[in-house]
């Protein structure tokens, strides 16, 4: 086998709030693996652009934002605490409908996965289908819109942040909309992927079934 067949390759994806970053990380330490939240680098290109004050639905404002972000890509950009606020986990969910803002995102996470010693688990759009297709793992970490809302409400609430259910919940569907073109794929019959429904899950039980898949895997 050569060095580039013995790379595993874990591509994680699903909808907000399902619970996949949770077990990204913990799988990526857990298997000593290269870890990328891809979701970061659409946030840090969303919050970029609103920290210039622009319109993260201005196609040409998101592009050129995207591709100076990969110019001068440094890794502790992603790191910055305000990319989990929810302003800019909405704004770069609509970023990231830009063909041009994906398209400029690619190679890097494609290098990313090409680079790894041994590993890497990735986490984020497209995962599956677009950056990675011929990862060895694919799991989609998905569960009802009503649980993930209930999730977001908690965080939130944990974080001092006043949110009410009904509005965490509208937000949360109208994202799902959103992102319904790019997940929908994942699901498709001709693609091989693992489904993980979070819904009546404790995070030691994903974490329990992602390692069952993948060591039936590899």
Do not use: W
Not at 43 to 57: P, T, Y
Not at 69 to 90: A, I, P, Q, T
Not at 126 to 154: M, W, Y
Request: proline share 3%.
């Amino acid at each position: 086998m050569s060095e580039e067949q013995t790379k595993i390759v874990i591509a994680i994806d699903g909808p907000a709030a399902s619970g996949k970053g949770s077990l990204a990380k913990k799988l990526a330490t857990k298997l000593g693996y290269d870890f990328l939240d891809t979701g970061a680098l659409y946030r840090r290109v969303a919050l970029n652009i609103l920290d210039a004050g622009g319109n993260v639905e201005n196609q040409e404002t998101s592009t050129k934002a995207a591709l100076d972000f990969n110019e001068n890509l440094d890794v502790k950009d992603l790191e910055d605490v305000r990319l989990r606020n929810d302003e800019v986990g909405s704004a770069a969910s609509k970023v990231a409908q830009v063909p041009g803002v994906r398209q400029a995102l690619i190679d890097f996470q494609r290098s990313f996965a090409q680079k790894c010693e041994t590993g890497a688990v990735l986490d984020g759009r497209d995962i599956g289908t677009v950056i990675c297709p011929n990862a060895q793992i694919k799991l989609f970490v998905t569960a009802s819109v009503e649980k993930r809302a209930e999730r977001r409400h908690k965080e939130l609430q944990s974080r001092g942040i006043n949110a009410t259910y009904g509005n965490v919940l509208a937000e949360m569907q109208e994202r799902d909309e959103r992102d319904a073109v790019r997940l929908d794929p994942h699901l498709a019959p001709d693609h091989k992927v693992d489904v993980i429904d979070t819904s009546d899950m404790t995070p030691n039980e994903v974490m329990d079934e992602a390692l069952k898949i993948i060591h039936s895997r590899i």
